[in-house]
């Protein structure tokens, strides 16, 4: 695609700018990080668009501290103040429903996360966020606390201008198919291999 030429014009009946404003199921899977990352870097821009956005993670902990997530905080901040970008809404284990991680058992960790899915079905079938982030969304699908064909479904369903970005390890290939973006992540290098652990600024 150079320069952003398209490599072919399909015969769907849209025009360019129809199909330019269609939204787009992305996905970020692959063992390398920066998948977490780059979706957060897509929301920005969203965010800047003024577009209301969604972050929803699953596997994360409540007491692992994210960087991006005070930065969007902030930004909702700046919206609610300013008017300027849009609103934003971050919910993660711990914050939000039921599907935290806590004492239990899978049985119990499986029912949490598939009322997550539900809630985020409800918020897509009334268009309430234009941008979501599914973080780590791949592992319920994995593991099969949520059916990968249900979330298809209701993927391929949505109305409106709602862009929907996964992230994880393993995605599945059900998701894979449905996808309009996939990026995989590969490692080449990491500090990591040789013995430096995560640093501030970088990993959180």
């Given at each position: ?110 029912a949490d996360a598939l009322e997550g899915w539900r809630e985020i079905r409800r918020r897509i ?80």
């Amino acid at each position: 695609m150079p320069q952003g030429q398209v490599s072919a014009v399909p015969q769907d009946g849209l025009t360019t700018r129809q199909r330019r404003n269609r939204p787009l199921l992305v996905v970020h899977t692959g063992a390398m990080k920066g998948k977490s990352t780059a979706a957060f870097g897509m929301a920005l821009r969203g965010w800047n668009q003024g577009w209301s956005i969604g972050v929803f993670q699953f596997v994360k902990s409540a007491k692992w501290k994210v960087g991006e997530e005070e930065a969007f905080r902030a930004l909702g901040r700046v919206h609610a103040e300013t008017g300027e970008g849009g609103p934003v809404e971050w919910h993660k284990m711990g914050s939000g429903w039921s599907w935290t991680r806590k004492a239990g058992t899978e049985s119990d960790h499986a029912a949490d996360a598939l009322e997550g899915w539900r809630e985020i079905r409800r918020r897509i079938e009334n268009r309430v966020h234009e941008v979501y982030v599914l973080d780590e969304f791949t592992y319920p699908l994995k593991w099969g606390w949520v059916d990968v064909h249900e979330v298809v479904e209701v993927l391929n369903a949505r109305e409106g201008r709602q862009h929907v970005i996964i992230t994880g390890r393993d995605a599945a290939p059900e998701l894979i198919e449905a996808a309009d973006l996939v990026m995989e992540t590969t490692k080449i290098k990491h500090p990591m291999d040789a013995g430096q652990k995560g640093q501030r600024g970088i990993e959180w």
